[in-house]
């Protein structure tokens, strides 16, 4: 049942924590910001596109949720 399945989730992001030393949530953090620095280097998609793509609800989270990891605004990396 969803028991079993929330228990192997746990077991599982406990090895990778392990192993890595570093939790799922930032692994996928890095991997998204990683794709994100990608596209606003290397196409002309809008910041709004961009966010779309990564699945972000709207522009203004994605903005925030950059700006958490990278330290600039979307604008402000893809200008720098």
Do not use: W
């Amino acid at each position: 049942g969803l028991g079993d399945v929330y228990k192997r989730q746990q077991h599982l992001c406990m090895i990778i924590k392990q192993k890595t030393g570093r939790s799922v949530s930032d692994i996928i953090a890095d991997m998204i910001i990683m794709d994100a620095k990608s596209q606003l280097m290397a196409t002309d998609l809008t910041i709004q596109e961009i966010s779309y793509s990564l699945n972000f609800p709207n522009v203004s989270f994605f903005g925030k949720y950059f700006k958490r990891y990278v330290g600039v605004s979307p604008q402000k990396f893809r200008n720098s």
